[in-house]
């Protein structure tokens, strides 16, 4: 069974830093592309950032670029999201997805976790 489970949300004041952690099982992560795909109330999923199987190819939305890092671990079955400076619109659940490429469409991805709460606020 695939399971992606992230870690690392909580309650950070405006200009504050979380790292969050996506740690996978049941799947070989080295034949993966990994991405960050949030989700605030009442609005759609956004795709936030994205890192191809070798990591040497890496997307970020432009709402984040300069400010989040996507990283990822193979060996550790392991990909982050270090976030710094966030802003209160940055406040949402935060998921990892898998997919055979990089990706934007959350369409592509084929599994996601369950999500971390990012809570932005002062």
């Known amino acids: 069974e695939v399971q992606l489970v992230e870690s690392g949300g909580g309650l950070v004041q405006p200009g504050g830093s979380l790292r969050l952690s996506c740690a996978a099982s049941?799947?070989?992560?080295?034949?993966?592309?990994m991405s960050w795909v949030r989700q605030a109330p009442g609005k759609g999923p956004e795709w936030v950032a994205g890192?191809?199987?070798?990591?040497?190819?890496?997307g970020g939305a432009d709402s984040v670029k300069g400010r989040f890092v996507i990283s990822r671990e193979n060996t550790k079955k392991a990909v982050d999201l270090q976030m710094n400076n966030l802003k209160p619109e940055d406040a949402a659940v935060y998921y990892c997805?898998?997919?055979?490429?990089?990706?934007?469409?959350?369409?592509?991805?084929?599994?996601w976790g369950q999500g971390t709460q990012v809570t932005v606020s002062s």
């Open positions: 997805a898998v997919s055979t490429g990089l990706y934007v469409l959350p369409s592509y991805y084929t599994h």
């Open positions: 049941g799947l070989r992560l080295s034949s993966y592309s």
């Open positions: 890192i191809n199987i070798d990591g040497d190819k890496i």
